[in-house]
């Protein structure tokens, strides 16, 4: 297809827009929806006394007799002079977006025309990228359930709502501290690979694989070059893939239940949730037909 040139990463809140319907699934100030650049960055103090941060397009706007009636949601009031100069412009910009009867629908930039998002169109523009090495996880997505397929991508672009992602687009945390160990910054690859806690996992999935794991490796990016240029088989290399594929996943999963759900979080219980996940992916969907779980279990292909 190419689109883009190698090497250009895809930056998927420039490419991603909504196509405003009645504004149901665009949020209000972070998604952009009126005009070129999100709400919370053209009024940054509008959105700081936001309190609700992921209210969507439709929850600010009521209908009266046939027209639009913006209004300021938030139970902060707008206090000062500045605030309140800042919504009577923001009020100007959204009243000149139209607003219709009809869902919302996410169009995906390609060239100069927006055509329907589709997850499948952006993992072709990434094939596309052949000098990319973070595309590669993305080869073998068919042995990967839809339901988590998005997540390979999104990790290896910094597209998960880690607390530095978080951070960057200006949400207020109340820390941004890793919740397995406590300690640094909760970064994508902090979180997956460097964290006290994924470090003890993947040497015990890398173990279970029989694959020397070499200290250098500190991003996604480089184990995924890593398991890439490991000589092997083609069925043994897919198998590797989808094992890094379901850690990844079991270990957001993990970090998810400490935040949202206060879980204590066990090797034991990661180590088995990786078994597990990745041969019901790879016994469901890898055509092995003669893949048993106690092979699996010892990883003998
Ligand atoms: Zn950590």
């Known amino acids: 297809?190419?689109?883009?040139?190698?090497?250009?990463?895809?930056?998927?809140g420039e490419r991603m827009f909504p196509d405003l319907g009645r504004g149901d699934k665009s949020l209000f100030w972070l998604d952009r929806w009126a005009g070129n650049r999100p709400l919370n960055e053209?009024?940054?103090n509008l959105y700081a006394i936001e309190s609700e941060k992921r209210c969507r397009v439709l929850d600010r706007y009521k209908l009266n007799q046939g027209n639009i009636e913006w209004f300021w949601g938030s139970s902060n009031d707008l206090s000062t002079d500045a605030v309140k100069e800042e919504w009577a412009e923001c009020l100007a910009l959204v009243s000149r977006v139209s607003i219709r009867q009809t869902p919302d629908v996410w169009r995906w930039k390609m060239e100069d025309k927006l055509v329907d998002f589709q997850v499948s169109l952006v993992r072709e523009e990434l094939d596309d990228i052949s000098l990319v090495n973070e595309t590669k996880v993305l080869n073998w997505l068919h042995w990967i359930p839809k339901k988590v397929n998005c997540f390979p991508w999104r990790v290896v672009l910094d597209r998960i709502a880690t607390k530095e992602a978080l951070q960057i687009r200006r949400l207020q945390l109340t820390s941004v501290n890793c919740v397995m160990c406590?300690?640094?910054?909760?970064?994508?690859n902090h979180l997956l690979i460097t964290c006290e806690w994924a470090?003890?996992?993947w040497s015990v999935v890398?173990?279970?694989m029989k694959i020397q794991l070499p200290r250098y490796i500190?991003?996604?990016v480089q184990l995924l070059e890593f398991i890439d240029s490991y000589k092997g088989e083609k069925k043994f290399k897919r198998a590797v893939y989808t094992v890094v594929a379901a850690t990844c996943w079991i270990i957001w999963r993990m970090r998810n239940e400490v935040i949202f759900k206060n879980k204590s979080p066990t090797l034991v219980k990661a180590i088995g949730d990786i078994?597990?996940?990745s041969f019901s992916w790879v016994y469901n969907r890898s055509g092995l037909l003669d893949m048993s779980w106690d092979l699996w279990?010892?990883?003998s292909l």
């Open 1 to 12: 297809m190419g689109r883009i040139t190698a090497n250009q990463p895809i930056i998927v």
């Open 42 to 44: 053209l009024f940054p």
């Open 182 to 188: 406590n300690g640094e910054l909760e970064s994508v």
């Open 199 to 201: 470090q003890q996992i």
């Open 206 to 208: 890398f173990q279970w």
């Open 218 to 220: 500190l991003s996604v």
């Open 275 to 277: 078994k597990s996940t």
């Open 297 to 299: 279990r010892s990883f």
